[in-house]
């Protein structure tokens, strides 16, 4: 997992903080109102500069740690489980229909420098 790049929980900076906290003030504070320079505006910087290193740390969290939040969302990761997928051959105008017997391997020319990855036919 250290080779992927690790996804953005939340990219949010200070000044969409302070955005949405103003549009949902409305609803959850309808008598606050704050001035420019008052103390209550300093409030919401304060708050979002706080929720945004919040986030940064979140966004910054190791593996471990990420994977367990992951989790606690709900999103586990899928089950290791092995590769299907349909492969034709063109035979000879003259050759029938057959089945490849178990065990025969199947690949593909590899990009260059890159090892060849054989793919077994099932049993």
Known sequence: MSGLPKPVLDARDVLTLVAQFRSRRAGYLP??????????????????HLIEAILKRLNQAPDKNRLAFYSFLGLD????????????????????????????????????????????VPS
Do not use: K
């Open 31 to 48: 008598q606050w109102n704050p001035s420019a320079n008052s103390a209550g505006a300093a409030i919401e910087q304060i708050f979002a």
């Open 77 to 120: 990761a899928a089950p290791a489980r092995e590769a299907r997928a349909p492969v034709v051959f063109q035979l000879s105008p003259q050759g029938g229909d057959t089945n490849a017997p178990p065990g025969t391997q199947v690949a593909a020319p590899p990009p260059p420098g890159e090892p060849r990855l054989p793919l077994h």
